[in-house]
Nanobody, 123 residues
Framework: QGQLVESGGGLVQAGGSLRLSCAAS????????TGWFRQVLGKEREFVAA????????FYGDSVKGRFTISRDNAKNTVYLQMNSLEPEDTATYYC????????????????WGQGTQVTVSS
């Protein structure tokens, strides 16, 4: 139980879609909220979305609301981020992590960060 592993990034044209996955081993996700953040070199890590352990509550950053959807499949120990209507401004490295804080949007409240997956949106 430890680091998470992101996958699914790539190069896509503006208006396109990607689905990111965040996989954990064993029961690493149990009782935790899982969040997605993104970061551009030289800028602070930005909150994207989070989902509680039960999946009953989701939270989104203002810049992705209505375009991105977070979901989870606890049987597969995986959290997903469906990204639609992608814009060049969505270009970043996307990270997932987990938190014991129910609805945190602060990266400081998250731990066990993955290595990140690069998303590049061309105009």
């Amino acid at each position: 139980q430890g680091q998470l592993v992101e996958s699914g990034g790539g190069l896509v044209q503006a208006g396109g879609s990607l689905r990111l996955s965040c996989a954990a081993s064993g029961h690493a996700f149990r009782s935790h909220t899982t969040g997605w953040f993104r970061q551009v070199l030289g800028k602070e890590r930005e909150f994207v979305a989070a989902i509680t352990w039960s999946g009953g509550s989701t939270f989104y950053g203002d810049s992705v609301k209505g375009r991105f959807t977070i979901s989870r499949d606890n049987a597969k120990n995986t959290v997903y981020l469906q990204m639609n209507s992608l814009e060049p401004e969505d270009t970043a490295t996307y990270y997932c992590a987990k938190s014991l804080v129910y609805d945190s949007r602060r990266s400081a409240n998250y731990h066990d960060w993955g290595q990140g997956t690069q998303v590049t949106v061309s105009s």
